[in-house]
């Protein structure tokens, strides 16, 4: 199983995530040799078996209605790299 | 050719909890941006989404309301997309198994008939946050108060055949839900979203014709106006031999037009999948019992009793039922007054309308309590106030003054219906007007009225007009 | 200060400060100088917390002087550089969070704050925990004390070398594959995997959130039981957590010795195990046979399967979880971009490196239209199969035992041009996250002077029979007292 250099850049968009041209031959490569090693799981029946999507049997524990945060915004914002406001800057969203 | 409309709607409820659907941050409307963003919301690294008890028993609430099947066990995924106002780049949603499925609602046609809308599922997801789009130098702001509130997504099979019919279906599940107590359905505050999935194909046909999905249809109006402009251009499209795209187009109220929406062209591919840091969601059956006794009359039951238990007629059952306050204020006042239904109905549709009106107030807010209303009522209906006058209470009480009887009192508004009182106030008017009372025994009727009226303005109007009438006439032929 | 500190074990390090044979802060500072002496040679620290450790030392011997003291009062520990720490730079090995400093503690940061542990620093880790290697990490790549050609092994690189060293006589780790176990092994340290959920993850930065899980890397046995106690425990801000109490395991561990089968699984010594290694762990199971355990042969069916199994759940996972990374409310951001699409892109280009790309690829193609049912769907099934297999064995034996790893730790840079060979490095320690079982290795020998692992696994949430077999085993052996050659106190 081998990946075409137009899937790679349909799951480059899909992810957000630039390669250079000079990355591209080798991400390629290996991520072809990837999908070889997981294509192996094809192989396997597994007819009636249940997907298991946790490693326990547990179910959702909730939690009560209740206000616990307080504003920290300004906190938080020590971390962001533009805002502006109180609010976080981007690139123009068009819709 | 003939066309056949099919319309199938996705409502967002915002859910009315205190707290996040995955965090203990403030849901409240309008603080300043970012204040209500904690750190699960901003989706900080590290961090892990806890479920609020309270959404989940909402969305049961309204599950049992529809008649649907409420999941034993319910799996939240995540929908994985970029977009600057969702912090995580994926929404928790529900997507294979949806905590509410397969229920339905009826709506009332212009025929008189009803028409059974299928409810698809409802699921609970993530709010996300909004973008701002004030000039920052070219840039745009990002709030994400928004990001976490909880919504029900209410999903619609392609049920409608026009938009009236979904305009129809919409206020219902707005009536509902707010019946629920599960939201506030307040649409300005953009609590109660809809968007609409629109096709058109030739009427006989079964296969559906090609959609498109209308976004941003925040008012019944809205929602009514954009499937017609929608059907219109799709009939013209399909007319001219050509062919309906598939694809998510936004309304413009301001141009009543739908236009493509930029920037969503490219195809999705949402990769859904179970999200791991929640475990499946089990209901047992002793809660769905327990929710289903705290539910309250539904709009369609009560519609039902209003008919019957107080000879409504259909229309004026509906249009109290649509807004839950107006039917228990009208339910107070009927229970609590001696007249009938009607007279309770035409207070509230009379006075009482145009005094919100006036100042713009919705019936919660009202300034006259029903039970003010209801002694107003009685003391008119024991003749205590004359019509008039009641009116005048009616003011006062809006007014403040106080309640009806201390209204009554203070004002001395009771009506005069000692006939000695009466006699001796005819006796003054008769005397004062000999020419007239002169013009009566020789025949001329007509002053009858004359009299009648000064003594009405003698007694301010407390007197009634009737028992005024018979006197005068009685003591002017003794004369 | 006493000689050979370096010596010591968490456990005995505890004791001298509550019977004041050195204080907190002598112990901080001597700590504080190894890591200045060594940790140029390893590279096993991304952040050294020299302020605040003398300033929680000073805190911690007025405690111990009060008389008010908790099981770690006073002890210096590291925090692998995966846990966020209130007001310290959280990297995760990674460009993309190299300016980041985390607002929060990690649950399991504040259970051993108030613990009484000291924390020292933030340990070096491959970049977002994805390798085996240390050789990801945005900081470089951590040298293996016993050889520093050689990597340390990873994701817990760091902490397995700084505790192997003696720059730090415990730190955390976390395990999604192996990461804690399997560098473990190669640095001849103490790792503990526990349960899935027996640990919370909230403030854990996030790689194949089903399967990760913190632990402990720790000289002995006995340090993990003392460690682990404080980390464990059901956390409100984790809905995955287990809300199961937790055993008190330091005293469960010095429980009388009692019988136990241990399944020893044939396929684990099929071709790839190297000879010696293989011998390592022979001559460890006749240990637990001279303490009364009786050795039983067992076999995994789906051995195999568990690496594709796992390189298809984790990057899946991963591909979802790394995509906050967007540069909006926090790490790194591209300059000069045109348009909303660049920013994303080149932000994200940017901040991750290749290792950690090839993972959201992998993720993001799994679970894209048209290959979910075939790959991320039949992992699932195939998890289920490993899973049940597992549970089916543990209702015939107590433990399973077997090598950590095929090989002792590798050169620097030998795999990095095939991933695919380093990802079939973890063939052993994979079923155990798969399952969500608690698993450790110890040190059991040493191969052309290298360190090799012992693996134990033991069934859900029973960490104490576990660690008791641990400890019994370090009380017959002395591995685990093998300090790296130039790493002794007297070379300083």
Not at chain 2, 271 to 282: G, I, K
Request: proline residues 5%; glycine residues 8%; negative net charge.
């Amino acid at each position: 199983m081998s990946l075409t250099r137009e899937d790679v850049q349909k799951l480059c968009v899909l992810a957000r995530l630039e390669i250079t041209p000079d990355e591209m031959a080798d991400v390629l490569a290996k991520l072809s040799d990837i999908v070889g090693l997981v294509s192996q799981l094809e192989a396997e029946d597994t007819t009636d078996v249940v997907p298991m999507a946790h490693p326990l049997d547990q179910t959702q524990k909730l939690r009560s209605d209740q206000i616990t945060e307080t504003d920290e915004h300004q906190l938080y914002q020590k971390n962001a790299p533009l805002v502006e406001k109180d609010l976080y800057l981007v690139p123009k969203v068009i819709e | 050719m003939e066309w056949e409309v099919v319309v199938g709607l996705e409502i967002h409820v915002q859910l009315s909890t205190e707290s996040k659907i995955f965090s203990g941050s403030s849901v409240r409307y309008g603080a300043p941006a970012n204040t209500q963003a904690n750190l699960v919301d901003l989706g900080y690294p590290g961090v892990l989404p806890v479920l609020n008890q309270q959404a989940v028993h909402m969305a049961i609430k309204f599950g049992l309301a529809t008649q649907s099947e409420i999941s034993a066990r319910s799996v939240f995924a995540r929908k994985n997309y970029f977009y600057p106002d969702l912090p995580k780049g994926y929404q928790i949603s529900q997507y294979e198994l949806p905590i509410v499925r397969g229920g339905h609602i009826n709506i009332s046609l212009d025929d008189g008939g009803n028409k059974t809308i299928r409810i698809t599922r409802a699921h609970l997801e993530e709010d996300a946050g909004k973008s701002l789009h004030d000039d920052f130098h070219g840039l745009s702001g990002i709030d994400l108060n928004r990001a976490g509130i909880p919504l029900l997504e209410i999903v619609s099979e392609p049920d409608m055949r026009s938009a009236l019919e979904a305009g129809r279906y919409m206020r219902k599940i707005h009536t509902l839900v707010r019946y629920l107590g599960i939201s506030d359905g307040n649409m300005q505050e953009g609590s109660f979203r809809c968007d609409a999935n629109a096709s058109v194909r030739p009427k006989n046909e079964d296969k559906l014709g090609v959609r498109t999905e209308l976004k941003n249809l925040n008012s019944f109006r809205f929602v009514e106006k954009a499937i017609d402009f929608e059907v219109e251009r799709q009939i013209s499209v399909l007319e001219d031999n050509g062919q309906v795209v598939q694809e998510t187009r936004l309304y413009d109220s301001e141009k009543n037009e739908t236009r493509p929406m930029r920037g969503k062209e490219e195809a999705n591919d949402y990769r859904y999948f179970p999200d791991p840091d929640l475990l499946p969601v089990v209901i047992d059956k002793n809660l769905i019992d327990q929710l289903r006794r705290e539910l309250p009359e539904l709009p369609d039951d009560k519609w039902e009793r209003f008919v019957a238990e107080y000879k409504l007629s259909p229309s004026e059952a509906s249009v109290l039922i649509s807004n839950q306050a107006s039917a228990d204020y009208f339910e107070v006042v009927a229970e609590a007054s001696s007249g009938s239904a009607k007279t309770a109905l035409n207070w509230m549709t009379g006075s009482l309308a145009a005094a919100l009106n006036r100042e713009d107030l919705a019936i919660e807010k009202s300034k006259v309590d029903p039970i003010d209303l209801a002694t107003l009522i009685n003391r008119a209906e024991d003749g205590t106030l004359s019509s008039k006058l009641a009116k005048t209470v009616f003011e006062a009480l809006w007014e403040g003054e106080g309640t009806t009887d201390e209204i009554i009192q203070t004002r001395q508004l009771q009506q005069i219906t000692d006939s000695n009182a009466i006699e001796n106030l005819v006796e003054k008017v008769i005397g004062a007007h000999p020419e007239q009372a002169e013009q009566f025994r020789s025949g001329k009727n007509k002053v009858l009225g004359f009299f009648v009226g000064q003594v009405m303005k003698a007694c301010e109007g407390k007197a009634n007009p009737e028992q005024v009438n018979s006197i005068v006439r009685s003591m002017l032929k003794a004369q | 200060m006493e000689k050979e500190i370096n010596k010591k074990t968490l456990t005995q390090l505890a004791e001298g400060l509550r019977q004041g044979q050195f204080s907190s802060e002598e112990l901080t500072q001597y700590y504080l100088e190894r890591i200045d002496l060594f940790n140029g040679k390893i590279n096993a620290f991304i952040t050294v917390t020299r302020e605040e450790a003398i300033q929680q030392a000073r805190a911690a011997d007025k405690a111990l002087a009060a008389g008010k003291s908790g099981p770690l009062t006073g002890v210096p520990i590291a925090h692998k550089d995966i846990f966020c720490t209130r007001g310290i730079k959280t990297s995760c090995g990674s460009k993309m969070l190299d300016n980041f400093i985390s607002p929060y503690d990690a649950t399991v940061v504040k259970r051993l704050k108030d613990a009484g542990a000291i924390m020292v620093g933030k340990t070096n880790m491959d970049e977002f925990a994805m390798g085996s290697s240390n050789e990801t990490s945005f900081y470089g790549p951590v040298h293996n004390p016993w050889d520093h050609d050689r990597v340390p092994g990873g994701s817990s690189g760091g902490s397995a070398a700084a505790v192997a060293s003696k720059l730090v006589s415990a730190a955390t780790g976390t395990d999604t594959g192996g990461s804690i176990r399997q560098p473990a092994a190669f640095s001849g340290v103490t790792g503990v995997k526990p349960t899935y959920g027996r640990v919370s993850r909230y403030g854990m930065v996030a790689f194949a959130s089903s399967l990760d899980q913190a632990g402990t890397l720790t000289q002995t046995a006995e340090d993990a039981a003392l460690l682990l106690e404080s980390m464990a425990g059901f956390d409100r801000r984790d809905s995955t957590s287990l809300n199961e109490p937790v055993p008190a395991y330091y005293d469960a561990i010095h429980e009388p010795w009692q019988n136990l089968t241990i399944g020893v699984p044939d396929n684990f010594f099929d071709e790839g195990l190297d000879p010696d290694n293989a011998q390592a762990v022979k001559d460890a199971l006749k240990i637990f046979e001279k303490l009364g355990a009786k050795i039983k042969d067992v076999h995994l069916d789906h051995l195999d399967l568990s690496v594709p199994v796992y390189y298809v759940v984790a990057p899946a996972e991963a591909s979802s979880n790394l995509s906050r990374f967007d540069g909006v409310r926090f790490g790194h951001r591209s300059k000069n971009v045109k348009n909303l699409n660049e920013f994303y892109m080149q932000t994200r280009g940017e901040g991750f490196g290749a290792e950690v790309k090839r993972r959201i690829l992998t993720g993001t193609y799994v679970l894209s239209a048209g290959y979910y049912d075939a790959y991320y769907l039949q992992a699932q099934k195939v998890r289920k199969l490993i899973s049940n297999e597992f549970m089916r064995i543990f209702s015939e034996v107590d433990l399973l035992a077997g090598p950590t790893t095929p090989t002792p730790a590798f050169k620097i840079g030998q795999k990095t041009d095939n991933p695919v060979e380093m990802y079939l490095n973890d063939i052993y320690t994979i079923g155990a996250p798969l399952a969500g079982l608690p698993a450790l290795s110890v040190p059991c020998g040493l191969v052309q002077g290298l360190p090799v692992g012992l693996q134990l696994i033991a069934t859900h949430l029973d960490e104490a029979r576990l660690l008791k077999a641990a400890h019994y085993f370090q009380k017959e052996t002395d591995w685990h007292l093998h300090i790296p050659p130039g790493y002794d106190e007297r070379e300083r």
